[in-house]
């Protein structure tokens, strides 16, 4: 693998008003992070939060999927006081933003964690291998 075998850029990453993602690919290993900040409740619900626009297909390797860090602002619930991570999905083009959850698994954080105004900010980061 050579420098020639990287690329990087700025996807497209929406859910807020303001943000800010790039990204690296160095051979078929992507590094993704960004910023997303004001982030509109809105019609959002109780729909599970997830961030979509990465570049490139995050490839399928069984069982394993990609997870990264992340940090939020303005947030609220029990879902956030376990503690909270990105998971990438296999075959797709997004992560999910989940929750620990004791003795069961994980869950999936939903809007409803959000500020009520346009105040909530996301910050992560995630490395994942691509198709």
Known sequence: MSVRDSE???PNISSSTNSNCRYIKVGNKVTIEGLLLDINKGSLGST???ITGFPFTI???GSTRPHGAIQ???FGGAQVERGLYVQ???NGTHALIKSNVTDTGAS???ASALDSGNASDIFFSLTYIAE
Do not use: E, H, I, R
């Open 59 to 61: 490839k399928s390797t």
């Open 8 to 10: 990087s850029g700025s």
């Open 88 to 90: 990438g999905q296999a």
């Open 108 to 110: 999936t954080v939903s």
């Open 48 to 50: 599970a939060l997830k």
């Open 72 to 74: 939020v602002n303005n």
